[in-house]
């Protein structure tokens, strides 16, 4: 394989932290301390964790990309939305309206919304704590020993929500070397970034990591004042101030979308008594404060009130479509600044302790996430045509004990238990047609979750393994729901006193059989089932739809997979091939028929089907060149609907699966142009991604009388997207008893504009169409220097 190799708030004492963190580094006095190597051995080992065990990647018979510390490093990658295809098959975007929500898929599993009562199809995990939801889940982790990305159904050892797998993000530990390091950046949209780390031994047994980052950047998009007028008055002017005043304070904005404002601390502490006993403790603290993204007015129903042929008169007519944008813009008109922002405490303790014949592990977290999402634009002009607003918290509890070892010399065994909690509720009010229409709408619940799982390998004769597991998982779910139609109208009303839960439970199992002829070549056959919890429409809009639950979601999994190394270690391939039944799917409806839902709904089952390709190779010991391929075949065996009669009818063949791309690839070159009698050398970095378009919502292929309300897919179409990111470094310099780097590098370098993501609001809306797109090229400097 190639190099790729919640609590008290953070607050104003973390900001101070990492001010003084970051600052101290630039003087902080230390040693000269060995350097990492600029290219590994050819015969260096991959170690994951994938099978909660070190294992040599070769030998672990599943699906699993690791993205090594060095890789993340030279790109700069610290958050989980700059993974998007670099593992096959693996798809990352931020929601549509929030930058900090990641919509994470694999294999074509996923869940689009955000909400805060709703999991996701891949489990995510920070040193083996899960992070439960997907808002929030984008945030910087620096100083990263390795990214895991394990594909296909991780039921038995990571349980629930890992139905199309699990990320898992592992930091480097504090040790016993003295050693620092400094960055800074600078680059267009006036960005600037710093980063800086501090290890440092206290004792013999104790050892304390710092590390932190400020991003700061201006957005790409301007927001300039009402473009559409109707004689020489801004139209804006004459249908905004139709009311008195916008309930939400909305008026013609200037500024700029897509800003940046983040910072983030890990702060890490070890405690080795003995060689047998490890304590680590970890911290984690990210606050962003920007504007979100642009969305932009893509389109809308030509026909409709919001349409240029519209023939409903003036009194119902709204021209809209003056503001429609088709393809990117660097400018557009709008009513909000849209901010958003969001603040994550993170705590982490493990402790391990190496008994002799079986190694127990302690991992205990507690997260906590405040969200203001403030106004959302929904619409993409100045018009008040919609508005909405998020206010979430967030804070979860898990514990895990864990017990691995062997017996004998043929049998590996990993047996635990687990226990999550999480509690999380979210205020969104919501305005439309000029303050007309106005909602207070909230949600929210909880969950407690037990488990008890294991799974074991057995060496049938050295070269024969086979592997079994077990996960029983137990939970109770609880919602809690409100709407109002203001100033006093209640639509939904489902109190916490009202004790509405339900109960879940599941068995997953897993096996496998593996054969490896050499040490150079491993395959397998593996069987595996995953597990999405049920649950409660928290944005439903009726008491009846809030209380009625929906059934859990299963994936039976076939995977057959070939692990090579060959060419004496400098060449590696892995090839996966699998098949996912999905029953009882779950997905995410949107509606805009009065306030904005998205509901979520067992629509039936779907097969997918693909492979994938992983390639690397190191022709010479200053070349690295690896590579991936995925193909996949996604459709629907059944897709349950009602239709404008009441009627249950069957429209798998009419409808499309969401974030699900056919092809994906990617290219990443690592060479070493130059090397210098000092160890300084020129490092060249190209990056190339490829996927193919997916559709955004299962929407209709083709839309038909008995779902007038069901928008075209093609309408929420992501269009293809190739970037091609470039960069050149001069590394490892002498600086006295430290060495340094300084490079340039450009992102998007083509400067390619795609949409990427999107709402269509339906007929009920005049088909009022929002679309965002990638951001464009960016390009900078930064310089380095370690100690």
Request: aromatic content about 10%; overall charge neutral.
């Amino acid at each position: 394989m190639d190099d790729r190799r919640h609590g008290p708030r953070g607050g104003l004492y973390s900001r101070h932290l990492i001010t003084i963190g970051v600052a101290g580094l630039s003087i902080f006095p230390a040693p000269a301390l060995a350097q990492q190597s600029a290219q590994a051995s050819v015969d260096d080992e991959i170690i994951v964790t994938a099978q909660r065990r070190e294992q040599n990647l070769l030998d672990v018979p599943i699906a699993v990309t690791a993205l090594q510390g060095r890789f993340l490093q030279d790109r700069s990658i610290t958050t989980i939305d700059n993974l998007s295809a670099l593992a096959p098959g693996l798809l990352v975007s931020s929601t549509a309206t929030q930058p900090n929500n990641a919509q994470l898929s694999i294999r074509g599993s996923v869940q689009q919304n955000g909400s805060i009562i709703l999991d996701p199809s891949v489990g995510l995990y920070l040193d083996g704590v899960y992070i439960g939801k997907a808002q929030g889940s984008i945030f910087d982790i620096n100083d990263l020993e390795r990214v895991e990305v394990l594909r296909g159904p991780q039921g038995t050892l990571y349980g629930r929500n890992t139905l199309a797998g699990a990320i898992s993000f592992i930091t480097r530990k504090p040790d016993d070397q003295l050693r620092a390091s400094a960055e800074a950046g600078f680059g267009n949209y006036d960005a600037h970034t710093i980063r800086g780390l501090v290890n440092v031994p206290l004792s013999e047994h104790l050892f304390v990591k710092l590390s932190g980052m400020t991003f700061k950047r201006d957005g790409n998009v301007r927001l300039v004042p009402d473009s559409a007028a109707i004689g020489g008055t801004p139209l804006g002017f004459i249908y905004n101030n139709s009311v008195v005043g916008h309930p939400q304070g909305g008026g013609a904005q200037t500024g700029q979308a897509g800003t940046r404002n983040r910072q983030s601390l890990l702060a890490q502490v070890r405690y080795a008594p003995s060689t047998d006993l490890t304590v680590d403790y970890s911290y984690d603290y990210s606050r962003t404060r920007g504007n979100a993204d642009a969305s932009q007015l893509d389109s809308v129903d030509p026909n409709g009130f919001l349409g240029a042929n519209c023939a409903l008169g003036p009194a119902v007519c709204i021209p809209a479509y003056l503001y429609v944008q088709p393809k990117y813009s660097k400018t557009m008109s709008s009513d909000y600044t849209h901010l958003d922002r969001i603040e994550i405490n993170g705590h982490g303790l493990t402790v391990t302790w190496n008994t002799g014949p079986v190694t127990l592990k302690s991992i205990t977290g507690y997260r906590k996430m405040d969200y203001d999402g403030a106004v959302v634009e929904l619409d993409g002009t100045p018009l008040w045509l919609a508005s909405g607003g998020l206010d979430t918290k967030y804070k979860s509890f898990s514990q895990e004990l864990q017990a691995t070892g062997t017996i004998g010399d043929r049998l590996n065994y990993v047996a635990g238990l687990y226990y999550f909690w999480d509690d999380g509720f979210t205020r969104s009010p919501q305005s439309f047609f000029f303050g007309a229409v106005n909602y207070d709408t909230s949600w929210g619940g909880t969950t407690k979750a037990y488990a008890i799982y294991g799974q074991a390998d057995y060496k049938i004769t050295d070269r024969i393994v086979v592997t079994a597991g077990l996960r029983y998982t137990k939970e109770r779910k609880t919602v809690v729901r409100s709407s109002i139609l203001l100033p006093n109208t209640v639509l939904v009303d489902v109190r916490k006193s009202d004790g509405v839960s339900k109960d879940f439970s599941a068995l997953n199992p897993t096996i496998v059989l593996a054969y490896k002829p050499s040490d150079r070549l491993n395959t397998y056959v593996k069987f595996a089932q995953g597990y999405r919890s049920g649950g409660f429409n928290g944005e439903a809009t009726s008491n009846i739809a809030t209380t009625t639950p929906f059934r859990p979601e299963t994936i039976n999994s076939i995977e057959a997979g070939l692990k090579t190394s060959w060419w004496n270690g400098r060449a590696d391939l892995n090839i996966a091939a699998f098949h996912n039944h999905h029953r009882n799917m779950q997905l995410s409806v949107f509606t805009a028929t009065s306030s904005l839902a998205s509901l979520l709904q067992n629509a039936g089952s779907a097969n997918m089907k693909g492979v994938e390709v992983e390639v690397s190779a190191r022709p010479a010991q200053a070349l690295r060149v690896s590579g991936n391929l995925a193909y996949l075949d996604a459709s629907y065996s059944s897709y349950r609907d009602t239709n404008a009669l009441g009627t249950v009818v069957d429209v798998a063949d009419n409808r499309t699966i969401p974030h699900a791309p056919k092809y994906q690839a990617a290219l990443n070159v690592d060479l070493r142009a130059f090397q210098g009698s000092d160890g300084d050398n020129l490092h060249l970095i190209f990056d190339a991604r490829y996927t193919s378009s997916y559709y955004l919502y299962a929407y209709a292929k083709t839309p038909t009388a008995d779902f007038p309300l069901v928008p075209p897919s093609s309408s929420v179409k992501a269009q293809s997207l190739t970037l091609l990111d470039l960069q050149l470094r001069y590394e490892d310099i002498p600086l006295g008893r430290s060495k340094g780097w300084i490079g340039a590098w450009t992102r998007n370098l083509a400067n390619t504009h795609r949409k990427v993501n999107g709402i269509n609001f339906g007929a009920q809306f005049g088909g009022l169409n929002i679309a965002n797109y990638n951001e464009p090229r960016t390009y900078g400097v930064s310089a380095g220097i370690r100690w």
